[in-house]
């Protein structure tokens, strides 16, 4: 009988950005460069250790409405004379729109996050889990 191999296991969740595939520019590149460089280091990772138990995956989300985000829609409606609702508008129309009409909120990406780490996923490993609400169109 062959002896059996201890395996360690465990799971690595990056949390990189749809910046990565969408730049803007204007305000976001060097952001964009470190997500994009986080993606490739985790895709590299995931090659090296899964064979040894340890999971590797990417989560990568699109805008997401936490504390910092609101004040950023409430500011840019604000300048604009437009309120709220005017800011959330013109951030979704600079990402090229998001096709459910809304940012995600912190609390989804968490719930990905949580059932990619669980023992549910124990068979995904080395994969990109976008949570943008349609931002980037997939294939």
Avoid at 12 to 18: D, G, M, R, Y
Avoid at 55 to 61: D, E, I, K, M, Y
Avoid at 86 to 102: A, C, F, H, N, T
Avoid at 113 to 129: C, K, M, N, Q
């Amino acid at each position: 009988m062959p002896a059996m191999v201890a395996r360690r296991s465990g799971v690595v969740v990056h949390v990189t950005s749809i910046q990565s595939r969408l730049p803007l520019p204007e305000a976001t590149t060097a952001y964009a460069a470190a997500k994009a460089a986080l993606s490739t280091y985790s895709k590299s990772l995931a090659r090296e250790v899964s064979p040894h138990g340890v999971r590797v995956v990417r989560v990568s989300p699109g805008w997401i409405e936490t504390e910092a985000a609101i004040e950023l829609a409430r500011r840019l409606g604000d300048e604009s004379g437009g309120g709220m609702e005017e800011g959330r508008r013109r951030i979704m129309e600079s990402l090229g729109g998001i096709p459910i009409g809304r940012p995600s909120s912190p609390e989804e990406v968490a719930s990905l996050i949580a059932f990619l780490a669980s023992d549910r996923a124990a068979s995904i490993t080395g994969t990109e889990h976008i949570i943008d609400g349609g931002t980037i169109p997939t294939v």
